[in-house]
């Protein structure tokens, strides 16, 4: 197989273990050029952001003695947006970001700095995959990396995803053996329950931090919450469209046009 | 009518020309209580970004001299999660997000602040709106702040919107008279061709500004950017349901349970 080039980033920051735990799957596997293009800190939840008001500094990083990649003083999309457009000499044929530190399940999607990472490869026109293990404290990231060496070379095997399409993926944190099966997925309705500590600052002034516990609503028995917690590996494709094309014709029969 | 609240919130600060055109809109119908909960410093481009690493601080802010609302050191979907967990005695009947200067059209759609403060309201079980003008250097916020109230009393008249379905509008930026009409439109493909500009800083470190030329695709007839750009009105259902249901057969016909 000719060799292709796969570009790394993440959200949980350049210097996190699951981008190295990628980088060596990639490596050994040996039919890929490895490319890091990562933010310099953890940029959890930062959504779709991207840096416009502000330059944009990038320096190189080593890790054990040798260039590493690139940490880039930005969120996720920037890197990506940095790698394809400025960084790297060739686009590259496939983009993997992760692994995530915990689940990137159900509308937790949306605020997601590893998804947006992927969601900013589709728009910039690379077959793009985000991985998450769904284990905040002791993650293992051995298998979700040989995992994502897999689902890269497979979708390279086939000319790449579809056009505007990428995929999802959440590994269960359990172990390897314990894993069931891999499953297709839809991106389930689980969300938080947001709860507000209100406190005040020495002088006075009122300011709040934001914490949460899970809401579980309606989880479908194909959806990714339901696959992870019941010991599978969950697989979603999702895309950037964001109509909903299902009411389009709800929305006509308002006369809408009267309102003007 | 019984009065309803309507909470306004934004991504170009709360000392922004839109969205106070939105304020004495609503105030003037006569049939809202307006609540203001928008952030202190422009937040455009943050994508659906959140603060959870450090606290949040709130103060209240003053307009001609009285209480125009509470502005937020956060990102436009703190200001909603803020409002509705902590700050509003009552759960608002509708939000508004804008109005704000330029279109949120096609693939910009996953960068707006503007869009993401309506999306945060959705996921918080409020029927939300986002709007925003075409007109990046002297848009005219009287019409679509009319607009706004005359849309936000429809969607109370019929009991609110579909779960999960906001309404991302775009108002053309030419003079009123010249609008055409309102289209019900589908999200476009429109996009960035990103550009960067490399500089060296005085010690010879790289660094990036990020620009970029609009890069017209597929404009279909009934897309969000072709409707603004003839005259008319645009209005799109969308959601936060990133799953791509038209791949998922596809994705079952790779076999890819063997991967595991």
């Known amino acids: ?7 790394l980033t993440n959200d949980d920051g350049i210097g996190a273990e699951g981008i190295y735990s990628l980088f060596r799957a990639f490596e050994e596997d040996g039919n890929f050029d490895v490319k890091v293009v990562a933010p310099e800190r953890e940029s959890s939840a930062v959504g779709h952001a991207i840096t416009v008001f502000r330059p944009i500094s990038v320096r190189d990083d080593y890790q054990d003695g040798s260039f590493f990649g690139f940490a880039v003083d930005g969120t996720p999309a920037d890197c990506v947006k940095l790698a394809v457009g ?4 060739e686009r590259p044929d496939i983009l993997i970001s992760g692994i995530n530190r915990g689940g ?3 509308e937790n999607v949306i605020y997601s700095g590893t998804v947006s990472a992927a969601t900013e490869g589709t ?3 690379v ?3 985000a991985i998450s ?8 990231y ?3 990396s040989l995992l994502a060496v897999k689902i890269a070379s497979k979708i390279l095997s086939i000319g790449g995803l579809p056009k505007g399409t990428l995929l999802n993926i959440n590994v269960p944190g359990i172990d390897r053996e314990r894993i069931k ?3 297709i997925t839809v991106q389930s309705d689980i969300g938080f329950k947001d709860n507000f500590v209100r406190r005040q600052d020495p002088r006075g002034r009122d300011y709040y931090w934001m914490d949460g516990d899970f809401l579980e609503r309606n989880i479908g028995n194909d959806s990714d919450y339901k696959a992870v917690k019941s010991g599978y590996v969950s697989v979603t494709p999702i895309h950037y469209d964001m109509t909903d094309y299902k009411s389009l014709d709800y929305l006509k029969s308002w006369d809408i046009e009267k309102l003007i």
Not at 134 to 140: I, Q
Request: proline residues 3%; positive net charge.
């Open 86 to 89: 400025a960084l790297l000499k």
């Open 133 to 140: 293990v769904d284990d905040l404290k002791n993650p293992n």
């Open 123 to 125: 728009v910039c026109g």
């Open 181 to 183: 099966g891999i499953k």
């Open 142 to 144: 051995e298998y979700a």
């Open 1 to 7: 197989m000719k060799r292709r080039t796969v570009l």
């Open 104 to 106: 990137n399940l159900g």
């Open 127 to 129: 077959s793009s995959v």
